[in-house]
């Protein structure tokens, strides 16, 4: 039912305009002190009539001649094609009313052909005609506000399929390169690297096009990112990986945390480098998710500019999927760099 009402909410409010208005008019004719005893078949007549009339006024302006105005920006021609119609009804519609109360008393009928009555109409019919041309303006915003938004909408899908693009092939650049040093050593370990790389690109070409997947998805992408750089390393660098928390039911923005995990691989880990480490932590609590990652650090000052491309990608993506839901925390010294992510998942 609230689907419908906001699928229709200009109808609806159309309709219950005009039913507010026939209640209120149907009660004044009703009870007017003027009629000693009231006559509700003709009152009903007078109201159907009343609202019917205000109907057509309201709606030969709403849909022919305001928007003519607004297009030629003619005033004159408005006032002319509007008011000369406008008294036309206007005085027919007096003519039904003193053929509907015809046999009212004298006194009354009097007040129908005076020219106070007239005027007192005609300004009437004008507010509500005004009333549900000024519906149209609101009508109006309505519809501007609604493709403002399916723009930005439109703008920001546009945005993060972008950004998302730019992961892919980062991550692609990385993983040939790892392939082709196991290949170029003759590794044993080739076909499995590339089972991984199989897997990894099947998740990136197709779960990932999802706005969101589950978590256990990405973290077992992350697991095979992981595996890969292991068998590059020869398993020479300790890597710790821990996942607290339940993940069932629980989902996240694809490739959100990629960034992280391949700059503390990339700038972190070298063969060369006998204290290099990478620790990686995922804790989950209700809609609480806390990411970490902690590594060596070895990286050279234009290493650490190239890597800021990557982590200004992830920032942008986080301000777009999780507004006001994410905080995002780095800390580095001449040793360590440390990144922590917190999302909130609700």
Known sequence: MQVYFQRNRILVMHLSFWLLYFSFFFYQITFNRRIEEPDYARSFYDATAQVFIMAVLSYLNYFFWMPRFLKHKILGRYLLEFFVPFFIIIYLHVLLKQYIYFEINEKYNSFLHSYKFFTTHSIIALFIVAFVSMLKFVEDWFELEAKKKEIENEKLIAELRFLKAQVNPHFLFNTLNNLYYLATVNSPKTPEVIDKLSQMMRYMLYDSNHNKIA??????????????????????????????????????????????????????????????????????????????????????????????????NVRRRLELSYPEKYNLDIQEDELTYKVTLYLNLG
Do not use: C, W
């Not at 020479?236 to 700059?263: C, H, M, S, W, Y």
């Not at 700038?267 to 480490?277: I, L, M, P, Q």
């Open 215 to 312: 978590i256990s998805k990405e973290i077992d992408y992350m697991k095979n990112y992981i595996d890969l750089e292991k068998l590059r390393l020869e398993n020479k660098i300790p890597i710790v990986f821990d996942i607290n928390g339940e993940l069932a039911g629980r989902q996240i923005v694809p490739l959100i945390l990629i960034t992280f995990l391949e700059n503390a691989f990339k700038h972190g880990v070298s063969n060369t480098s006998k204290d290099a480490f990478v620790n990686i932590s995922i804790d989950i609590k209700d809609t609480n998710f806390i990411y970490i990652v902690e590594n060596k650090k070895i990286t050279s000052k234009n290493e650490i500019e190239k890597s800021g491309i990557g982590l200004h």
